[in-house]
């Protein structure tokens, strides 16, 4: 059975039926062909659903890789045992190649192993039957592809009973056999009967003629078809019995060779070769070329070297030919013939053709105009001869050579070393050599090097000499500051006044300045004597020395509030509130800064100040903080321990002491006493009442314009009029405490 599927080709040979006795072996052949464009591993095995026969094939899975265009072929061995039973065994032959064609696998193929009984003829009670000639798996019937092949089947009738019996093939196509039947005892007695069948008296016997019709292009190999007995009167039962064909082999291959380019100049020589597999065996070939002659003088090249033909199939390949001694092209006439022979080489160890193509390739003649070529080559071999006698006698010696002259790196930070490197040739005709340096344009001390008597001893550990040429690497400059500078190499050559020099710049950047990349804080507005809570990130804080917190009232001068040192670590008070810095970034939160007690609106920025560097880091965007001042307020105002705000109206008497207290909160307030004047902030008075006191008025006031009042309403009773009694002493004059309202200062 010859499958056909893209890109895998399957051949099963049996294809469907395998058959053999107990205690023998039966081997199931595999042809697999890769015709991908790529290489595959595939797998074959029996699949896990035979349960009866797995254990009998020692190997139920093989694994091979193929190249485009390969072939092989995989054998499966089922070792029968010698007590199995007769009978079909199916099984499921599985191809897969996951990897690489998961879409066109897995491929499953379907068969039954026949254990048979150890007879050649089949009998029962009632019907026998035998095959002339008779075959069996070691004398199978040799058949030619395009002949026929007659088997007649000799059957029996045991039974009481007329009986029809009609023959059938099984495991072939109908195309490929025919069966006839004889002409029926019946039908000779004058009874009408149909011949599809043999028809048999009780004890008769028949025979049934089958040809067998195979195509030309039938693969070779071993086949067993089956033939099946059937009768009209016993339908239930099953009469079988196997043919045993063996398809010889038949080797016919076709070789063609075309010549497309055989006359060449330049180009190399063209064929194709066109190679058709007319018989009924798959071949497998490598394809080559040879000369002719006995030297080999070209160089043969199959594309491709190996093909895989399949029954009928045509390959084409082609054969690029090479001349290798290119000395052996004539400078005129014909040309030269190099002829050649194609190889053929079965990979299967099958006979190829004895005759096969033979070619020529003509290498034309050389064009007139290289005769030009070859007296110009001389001329050129001349005058090459006169200049090695000048070179080796006349020449000058060469003047050394500033071969390098550069920096060991491409960028420098400031606090790193530039380390020059450099490459002279012919170290030999050097006197000596100066480097000059220069930082911002201020030129700085030469240094001279003296080569009269060989590499001066403070080069040793920088420079080596290796045939003439002397290398120095990470040569100190000693440069490490901040700034451009220019360093230029001369050389003094011994043969010549003219010096050598090359310059080169390098600038080493500043260190990068610390600075303030997030600065906030938790509240814009505070009471006065409550500290202000800050956050801050601060980048490249490796450069960080210190960080000063800065507070500015309006229009005064910015104070300083706090200063962190941080010229080693982060500074103690600041360790619980930083964290570790990560890509040189420090985060700092719920750092307390104390403010100025005076209120007002304050603004903080923070100024690092970095440790290696005199430039000043950009101060940080100012926070807008306001400090809230104490809110005036009136906390105690008493006349003979009675509040204002409670007993707001007072009667006293003329001359009554009374005891004022008063008591006022708030930032730098202004307090009035009426009828006293100015006051401090808190304290007490002793009085007499007058008939002029009507009232008395506590004020305070702010520099920010806040103001509040409290007062007393006084009411005076005037005195009495005193009576003059008999017998007194004379009246003195009365004394009166007057309060008098003070002068305003």
């Known amino acids: 059975m010859l499958n056909t599927i893209a890109p895998l080709k399957v051949i099963l040979n049996p294809p469907t039926r395998l058959e053999s006795f107990p205690g023998e072996s039966v081997t199931l052949h595999i042809s697999l062909i890769n015709q991908g464009e790529q290489g595959a591993t595939i797998d074959v095995f029996i699949d896990s659903g035979a349960q009866t026969i797995l254990p009998w094939c020692p190997s139920p899975r093989k ?111 109908k195309t490929w056999f025919a069966i006839r039947y004889p002409t029926n005892e019946l039908s000779e007695l004058g009874l009408v009967s149909s011949t599809d069948g043999l028809e048999l008296n009780p004890g008769g016997q028949g025979e049934i003629i089958i040809e067998f019709h195979y195509p030309v292009d039938m693969p070779a190999g071993h086949y067993s078809p089956t033939l099946q007995i059937v009768s009209d009167n016993a339908l239930e039962q099953v009469f079988l019995d196997l043919v045993y064909l063996e398809i010889k082999p038949k080797l016919h291959l076709s070789v063609e060779l075309e010549t497309i380019l055989g006359k060449i100049s330049y180009k190399p020589g063209q064929y194709r070769l066109t190679l058709t597999n007319q018989g009924n065996s798959i071949r497998e070939l490598a394809v080559s070329a040879s000369s002719r002659e006995e030297v080999e003088s070209c160089e043969y090249v199959c594309d491709p070297p190996i093909v895989n033909l399949l029954i009928g199939g045509t390959a084409t390949i082609s054969l690029t030919i090479y001349p290798k001694q290119k000395w052996r092209r004539p400078l005129f006439g014909y040309g030269l013939e190099l002829p050649f022979q194609v190889n053929l080489l079965d990979l299967q160890a099958l006979p190829t053709p004895e005759k096969l193509p033979i070619g020529s390739l003509i290498w034309k003649a050389r064009p007139w105009w290289q005769f030009v070529l070859w007296l110009l080559a ?16 006349f020449k000058p010696a060469p003047p050394p050579i500033l071969a390098e002259f550069k920096p060991d790196s491409a960028s420098y930070m400031e606090g790193g070393r530039v380390r020059l490197n450099w490459t002279i040739t012919n170290l030999d005709q050097i006197e000596q050599f100066v480097i000059f340096s220069t930082k911002d344009r201020t030129a700085s001390r030469p240094q001279v090097y003296d080569f009269r008597q060989g590499l001066p001893t403070e080069l040793n550990r920088y420079c080596q000499i290796s045939d003439r040429n002397l290398i120095c690497a990470n040569v100190d400059t000693g440069a490490r500051l901040a700034g451009k500078y220019t360093f230029q190499l001369q050389l003094k050559p011994k043969s010549s006044e003219q010096h050598i020099q090359q310059q080169l710049d390098v600038v080493i950047q500043p260190k990068p300045l610390p600075q303030v990349v997030n600065f906030v804080a938790s509240q814009s507005q505070l009471e006065k004597g409550k500290p202000l809570t800050l956050g801050w990130n601060i980048k490249n804080v490796s450069q960080l020395g210190q960080l000063q917190v800065i507070g500015q009232l309006q229009e005064d001068k910015p104070a300083l509030l706090k200063t962190y040192n941080f010229e080693k670590q982060i500074p103690p008070e600041l360790a619980k509130q930083c964290q570790p810095p990560v890509n040189e970034t420090l985060s700092c939160t719920n750092v307390d800064i104390g403010l100025p007690a005076k209120p007002g609106n304050y603004a903080i920025s923070l100024q690092p100040v970095s440790s290696g560097s005199q430039k000043q880091s950009p101060v940080s965007k100012p926070i807008q903080v306001q400090v809230k001042a104490t809110p005036l307020r009136i906390t105690n105002f008493t006349l003979n321990n009675q509040s204002s705000e409670v007993n707001p ?59 509040i009042k409290r007062a007393f309403l006084i009411q005076v009773d005037p005195p009495k009029p005193l009576q003059n009694p008999t017998n007194l002493l004379p009246p003195s004059k009365p004394r009166i405490l007057q309060i008098s309202r003070p002068k305003t200062p």
Request: glycine fraction near 6%.
């Open 63 to 173: 694994r091979v890789a193929l190249n485009p265009q390969q072939a092989c072929e995989v054998s499966l061995l089922f070792a029968i045992p010698s007590d199995a039973l007769p009978g079909s065994y199916p099984y499921t032959v599985v191809v897969d190649a996951p990897k690489h064609y998961p879409e066109e696998t897995p491929i499953h193929y379907s068969g039954h192993l026949e254990v048979l009984v150890k007879q050649t003829a089949v009998r029962s009670p009632k019907l026998t039957f035998a095959l002339s000639p008779a075959n069996s798996p070691t004398q199978p019937l040799v058949v030619q592809p395009n002949q026929p092949q007659t088997l007649s089947v000799t059957v029996n009738n045991h039974s009481s009973r007329v009986d029809r019996f009609r023959l059938h093939c099984l495991d072939l196509d």
């Open 649 to 707: 109206s007072m009667f006293l008497k003329v001359g009554q002491v009374v005891t004022l207290n008063w008591q006022v909160q708030g930032d730098d307030a202004k307090v009035k006493l009426e009828p006293l004047g100015d006051v401090p902030a808190s304290g007490s008075r002793i009085l007499k009442a007058t008939t002029n006191l009507s009232e008395i008025i506590l004020t305070a006031e702010t520099e920010q314009g806040q103001s």
């Open 378 to 393: 001389g001329v050129g071999v001349l005058s090459g001869l006169g200049f090695l006698i000048w070179f080796a006698f």
